[in-house]
Nanobody, 119 residues
Framework: QVQLVESGGGLVQAGGSMSLSCAAS????????MGWFRQAPGKEREIVAR????????NYADSVKGRFTISRDSSKNTVFLQMNSLKPEDTAVYYC????????????WGQGTQVTVSS
């Protein structure tokens, strides 16, 4: 069974940096794109960034453009999120997700990792 396992996260001061990673395990992992989402308490889940496996095309939420960078290592089925210049409003549970087909929405999710940015 395919699983997404996130690592990284924790507590950082405002202005600091943090890196998250998400590794897909399982012999039948099939994905066209990966995304990082976040959900803060009392707020809806929002997409932060996404990347395609093929061309590495990236998209970012306006709130993180210029501060966050998503990347992938296709040989390891791993996607990364480098977060710089962190702000308290970046505090949330961060989830990675996989999109198995261009015809479907993100359909495989990791367990989430807490990112807390102190002011």
């Amino acid at each position: 069974q395919v699983q997404l396992v996130e690592s990284g996260g924790g507590l950082v001061q405002a202005g600091g940096s943090m890196s998250l990673s998400c590794a897909a395990s399982g012999r039948t992992f099939a994905s066209v794109a990966m995304g990082w989402f976040r959900q803060a308490p009392g707020k809806e889940r929002e997409i932060v960034a996404r990347i395609t496996w093929g061309r590495g095309t990236t998209n970012y939420a306006d709130s993180v453009k210029g501060r966050f960078t998503i990347s992938r290592d296709s040989s390891k089925n791993t996607v990364f999120l480098q977060m710089n210049s962190l702000k308290p409003e970046d505090t949330a549970v961060y989830y990675c997700a996989s999109k198995s087909s261009v015809f479907y929405d993100f359909d495989l999710w990791g367990q989430g990792t807490q990112v807390t940015v102190s002011s």
